[in-house]
């Protein structure tokens, strides 16, 4: 945090250069840094700590930060999104240069955002995208497709069970309600596993990303679902958790259960690695260098991609002994 003159100087300094320009989203529109020193600051709201993943990117993000010169305001959500309009809101009384966040949830963004274009202040959103009518509300979206992600986790199974000649029962811990990568990665796996008649998922319930919540899940389907042959998790926190209720069950996972998850943290890789998982599609949380080069350039006044897509793979357990040991997360 700044101190209060330097807050109010810099206000002053935003609010003549919006009236000099008289427009508040324009690469061109940007007050010049003013963060201790001349340093760029930037507020950056993180969804949570639910999972493995989140703590690699909540570490990229701080890491990049300190390593760029970045003097960056960083408030955890837990979860919340009501927490994250109100550290937005933050942000922009604070006069921060640039303002990104990994929405919780897709929806209820506009007005904050509306805020934040009145401010002056450009925002990028990390990780997960918003349902907006209107995209100029921020300047870049930086994450994963998570319907891709899903995609290749269907296709994986659908042809894993390309002969299968009977009905397979396929269960789904979905991530948080109403986020993007519950819903996206739902609809990639859902059409893929399409292509095959005998795939049928017979249970769907959230596990909101936590391990905690995919073991509840799991011990509810196995209470009420008779042979379950597949388990589609949509992160290695849930997969995870699902696995100690199916031992608990008395029964073996990786072998009679199949089970694939989306993430590649270190604990899922470990997992796939000891069979307990078949196949994980990986979700790259190290987003934080590209993101400390976004906000760089568009602090310049230089265009940026509104969409920018993260590099990731598959992995069965041949990849996997082969990555772990460099294994960042
Ligand atoms: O938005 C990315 C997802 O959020 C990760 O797959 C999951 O582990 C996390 O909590």
Redesign the pocket.
């Known amino acids: 945090m700044f101190a209060r003159t330097a807050i109010t100087v810099r206000a002053a300094a935003a609010v003549l250069l919006l009236a000099l320009t008289g427009c508040g989203n324009a690469p061109d529109a940007v007050a010049a840094p003013g963060g201790p020193e001349g340093r760029l600051t930037l507020g950056f709201s993180q969804?949570g700590s639910?999972?493995?993943?989140?703590e690699a990117n909540t570490k990229s993000i701080q890491d990049a930060a300190a390593a760029a010169g970045v003097e960056l305001l960083f408030s955890n959500a837990q979860g919340s999104r009501d927490r994250q309009i109100e550290a937005i809101r933050s942000f922009i009384e604070q006069r921060v240069d640039v303002i990104a966040f990994?929405p919780v949830t897709e929806t209820g963004w506009d007005p904050v955002l509306v805020e934040a274009r009145e401010a002056g202040i450009p925002v990028i959103l990390t990780?997960?995208a918003i349902q907006t009518s209107d995209s100029s509300l921020y300047r870049s979206f930086l994450g994963?497709d998570f319907i891709e992600e899903g995609t290749k986790a269907g296709t994986w199974l659908s042809d894993l069970y390309i002969a299968a000649k009977e009905p397979v029962s396929v269960v789904e811990i979905r991530?948080t309600e109403n986020?993007?990568?519950a819903i996206e990665r739902k609809l990639g796996f859902g059409a893929a596993i399409a292509q095959n008649p005998n795939l049928k998922i017979v249970a769907s319930a959230t596990g909101d990303?936590t391990r905690v919540g995919g073991k509840a899940v799991m011990e509810d389907f196995l209470d009420s679902t008779p042979d379950i042959d597949v388990l589609y998790a949509?992160?290695?926190?849930m997969g995870l958790g699902a696995i100690e209720a199916i031992e608990e069950a008395g029964k073996v996972p990786g072998k009679d259960i199949v089970i694939i998850t989306?993430?590649a943290v270190r604990d899922g890789m470990q997992a796939l690695i000891d069979g307990k998982i078949n196949y994980i599609v990986e979700?790259n949380p190290l987003l934080g260098p590209q993101l400390m080069e976004l906000a760089k350039k568009i602090l310049a006044g230089e265009r940026v991609l509104q969409r920018v897509v993260t590099e990731e793979t598959v992995f069965e357990r041949s990849g996997a002994l082969a990555a772990l040991p460099d294994r960042q997360y």
């Open positions: 969804v639910e999972s493995g993943w989140r990994s990780d997960r994963s991530g986020s993007a990568p990303f949509h992160n290695d926190d989306v993430d979700c």
